[in-house]
């Protein structure tokens, strides 16, 4: 049985980063058949995609425009994890943060983790 | 960039049949898949690959997918059905969610 779990600051100040990291027991950040993603949802932009990262031969990334400039997202392999850095927030990054695998569809998702921006 | 549309909500009676749709450009051409979410909880797969329901999801729960709209049919609705309901799409390598719709069950 595959968990997420979601770890991370609930409050962040405007302009800083924003980190979450996402521990998986059950199945391997490495995996050839997975990929690993963020997600976040707030009431004015609904379920948004962020991004994933994913091991095929070797590590690649895929960003969503909206957030491109400023996300990143990278795996931890000594400790079967994944992280979200997310830079220069502002009050419109307030949102309920998940981790989600990507196999057969979005599979598994995280607890998520409700994320403010404010001072 | 791809947009998936929704009715906000839908009502039905217990015991009833409910569909709920989801619409976009050529979406016949791609894979889609609905996620049930109830309050204060995370997303649950209930369908993919347009009619697949993963382990545990109930037989009531089934999906199609045609020309511009997804289709996912709850038969037989059950109070415990009543929840916000997401479809979702792969667009080149994003990854794209409609915005939901509120199945109430009265």
């Known amino acids: 049985q595959v968990q997420l779990q979601q770890s991370g600051p609930g409050l962040v100040k405007p302009s800083q980063t924003l980190s979450l990291t996402c521990a998986i027991s059950?199945?391997?950040?490495?995996?050839?058949?997975?990929?690993w993603n963020w997600i976040r949802q707030s009431p004015s932009r609904g379920l948004e995609w962020l991004g994933r990262t994913y091991y095929r031969s070797k590590w690649d990334n895929d960003y969503a425009e909206s957030v491109k400039s400023r996300i990143s997202i990278n795996p931890d392999t000594s400790k079967n994890q994944f992280s979200l850095h997310l830079n220069y927030v502002t009050p419109e990054d307030t949102a309920v943060y998940y981790c989600a695998r990507e196999s057969s569809g979005l599979d598994y998702w995280g607890q998520g983790t409700l994320v403010t921006v404010s001072s | 960039s791809y947009e998936l549309t929704q009715p906000p909500s839908v009502s039905v009676s217990p015991g009833q049949t409910a569909s709920i749709t989801c619409s976009g450009d050529k979406l016949g051409d791609k894979y889609a898949c609905w996620f049930q979410q109830k309050p204060g909880q995370s997303p649950v797969l209930v369908i993919c690959q347009d009619g697949k329901r993963p382990s545990g999801i109930p037989e009531r729960f089934s999906g199609s997918n045609s020309g511009n709209t997804a289709t996912l049919t709850i038969s037989g609705t059950q109070a415990m059905d009543e929840a916000d309901y997401y479809c979702?799409?792969?667009?080149?390598?994003?990854?794209?969610f409609g915005g939901g719709t509120k199945l109430t069950v009265l």
């Open positions: 979702q799409v792969w667009d080149s390598s994003t990854v794209v």
């Open positions: 059950g199945d391997s950040v490495s995996s050839n058949s997975a990929a």
